[in-house]
């Protein structure tokens, strides 16, 4: 604890770190990057999406970690609280309601994918041997289009999510993420290098890293745009809410430098280990949210040793996720606790039972399960709510985290937090007051009115 404060701290330096790539490494690297490149044609969505992340992201990952440190309350109560001190409206709180509620929708559905990889480890140490890909295709299927299996294993994903974060920053934060995230990065390492002996290696290569400028529609900026800030955890109070517990004497810039370098590491060797398999196996790149889940396991049915890794790499990637709905969980337990006094266990349960009631929509809204056919505006539930969060509540919720700080907070206090070189200040203080506004709202723009 820090002298003066009831607040709970990160023990390190090193600790923060984990907690904070902890929370960007996730799903959103391995299951959701490959698939949304795919998606969008390949390499020209992954050079916009790399531009984002550390263009912009790099510094709304500064200017949210020092909003959250200066505040050390709850997203809410800290953009409430720093208002107040700079004299403008209390009206700005809304980023911070936006960013807890939004962070409470995405877990919803991150539970249920956290859960299909608590699933596909079980199959994984079942065995996948002998699998084609239709075989993968149709065990993938089946899975998601039938209620039981799904919904079992989110609420085992969820309850794990709410253990954790109810014992606390310490107990429970710290202790997950510091050993899941390296074994998971070794992991991911092996398995490019085994898609590279094996598998379509050089088309996989070409697809990810060969743009075709073509491909770059409005829609597509605005994926990239979303995935990156997903990505990041940004304007999701996770970032802020993880400020909050950091001690005034770690830098911030370069702690953000390293967040943004390890996610994006990690995004792009999951995208080295799948594609050479999903080109080796004529599975389609487009072929959306079950990418992931129906190409790995045929390479996992084939490989030496697959049983094994197999199942350790379902493990691991569970773990991703969970060091990332831990984030996600943390900033309306930190609200519940902060504003109302709320004990912390108490909190973990409420919030979490209700994500896990809104997710049950998405489990059943699966194609082929009881709500695959509810659209809500063309799409099935799971895609809406992310529609919501990663195309709307993300980009507004950034542009305004900028806006604020670039124009409504004082130059000298944030120069004080970020504690800068001149030029880096100065660059840092162009982006969030021009470009980060002035690009998302473009983007924006571009998809709403077109
Ligand atoms: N960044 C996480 C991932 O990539 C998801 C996430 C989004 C976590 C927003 C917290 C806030 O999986």
């Keep these: 604890m820090a002298a003066g404060s009831d ?40 050079l916009v999406y790399l531009g984002f992340s550390f263009l912009i992201g790099v510094p709304l990952l500064m200017t949210e970690l020092s909003l959250g440190r200066r505040g050390r309350m709850s997203p809410i109560g800290s953009m409430k609280k720093i208002a107040a001190e700079e004299k403008r409206s209390p009206l700005w709180g809304l980023i911070g309601w936006s960013g807890v509620l939004g962070a409470f929708i995405i877990l919803s559905f991150y539970s249920v994918v956290g859960g299909w990889t608590l699933a596909y480890m079980v199959k994984a140490a079942m065995g996948f041997q002998g699998l084609d890909a239709t075989a993968a295709t149709s065990l993938f299927t089946d899975f998601i289009g039938h209620a039981t299996e799904p919904l079992v294993s989110h609420a085992i994903f969820m309850g794990i999510t709410m253990y954790i974060v109810a014992r606390g920053v310490q107990g429970g934060l710290e202790k997950a993420v510091s050993v899941m995230m390296p074994a998971l990065f070794g992991l991911l390492v092996l398995l490019v290098a085994y898609a590279a002996f094996t598998g379509a ?74 594609f050479p398999i999903v080109f080796q196996f004529g599975i389609s790149a487009s072929g959306g949210p079950g990418l992931v889940f129906m190409s790995l396991p045929i390479a996992f049915g084939q490989m030496p040793g697959g049983q094994i890794i197999g199942t350790l790499f379902f493990a691991l990637l569970s773990m991703a996720a969970i060091t990332s709905s831990i984030s996600l969980l943390e900033p309306a337990v ?70 604020f700080v670039g124009w409504f907070v004082s130059r000298k206090a944030m120069a004080d937090e970020l504690a800068l070189t001149d030029a880096q200040f100065r660059f840092w203080y162009t982006i969030v007051r021009y470009v980060a506004p002035i690009a998302v709202f473009l983007v924006f723009l571009s998809v709403t009115v077109l």
């Design 201 to 274: 290696f050089a088309d996989a290569l070409a697809f990810l890293f060969t743009p075709d400028f073509g491909k770059l529609t409005p829609a597509v900026v605005i994926d990239a745009l979303g995935q990156s800030f997903f990505s990041l955890s940004l304007a999701m109070g996770s970032i802020m809410t993880y400020g909050a517990y950091l001690n005034r004497d770690v830098k911030i810039g370069p702690s953000a430098l390293t967040i943004a370098a390890a996610d994006s590491t990690v995004a792009l060797l999951a995208g080295l280990a799948i």
């Design 7 to 46: 607040q709970a701290n990160w023990s390190s330096r090193w600790t923060f770190i984990m907690a904070a790539v902890g929370s960007a490494v996730g799903l959103g690297n391995i299951w959701l990057f490959p698939f949304k490149a795919g998606q969008s044609g390949g390499a020209a969505f992954v």
């Design 334 to 403: 930190s609200y519940l606790e902060h504003r109302w006094k709320v004990d912390r266990k108490k909190s973990a349960l409420t919030i979490a039972a209700a994500a896990f009631a809104l997710g049950v929509l998405s489990a059943l809204g699966q194609e082929g399960n009881m709500l695959g056919n509810v659209r809500i505006f063309g799409q099935s539930i799971m895609d809406a709510k992310g529609y919501l969060t990663n195309n709307i509540m993300m980009p507004l919720g950034g542009m305004f985290t900028a806006l």
